[in-house]
């Protein structure tokens, strides 16, 4: 259990970094934003795009904290049963299999949606602000 409880950790880690960066990008596109209007100042079409991607980044963050997030209450279900009884532990093994790729298939997913709008490759209508 203790490299669950390890896994767990840096699981953890990695939410609350990508938390951080998450605010961030959301502090700059704020302060451009700031910048353009004390200075009366409008964008382009390319720079608008630029301001996209950082919306498009955080997007992407939130999907991984979401499935890192399903992944964690995933092994909590484990760590239990394994004090439990090793039979439901090797099922809850099997589920948490089962559900970690369904949360990793689910995070492709919302990459997918938003990767191709990123090198223009795809054009679904989805409209930024």
């Given at each position: ?16 970094v ?14 451009f ?12 079409d ?21 499935a890192i ?7 909590q ?49 989805i409209?930024?602000?």
């Open positions: 259990m203790q490299f669950l409880n390890t896994l767990n950790g840096l699981l953890e880690h990695v939410k609350t990508e938390r951080e960066t998450i605010a961030l990008t959301q502090e700059a596109q704020l302060r934003v700031r910048y353009l209007d004390k200075n009366g100042l409008s964008v382009d390319e720079t608008l795009e630029a301001m996209q991607y950082q919306d498009i980044i955080a997007q992407q963050l939130s999907a991984t904290i979401e997030e399903s992944a964690q209450e995933h092994m279900y484990f760590i239990h049963a394994f004090g439990e009884d090793d039979a439901i532990a090797a099922q809850s093994i099997e589920k948490m299999h089962v559900k970690l790729n369904t949360a990793l298939d689910k995070a492709k997913e919302k990459y997918s949606a938003f990767s191709g709008k990123v090198n223009n490759e795809i054009d679904d209508g409209e930024f602000f």
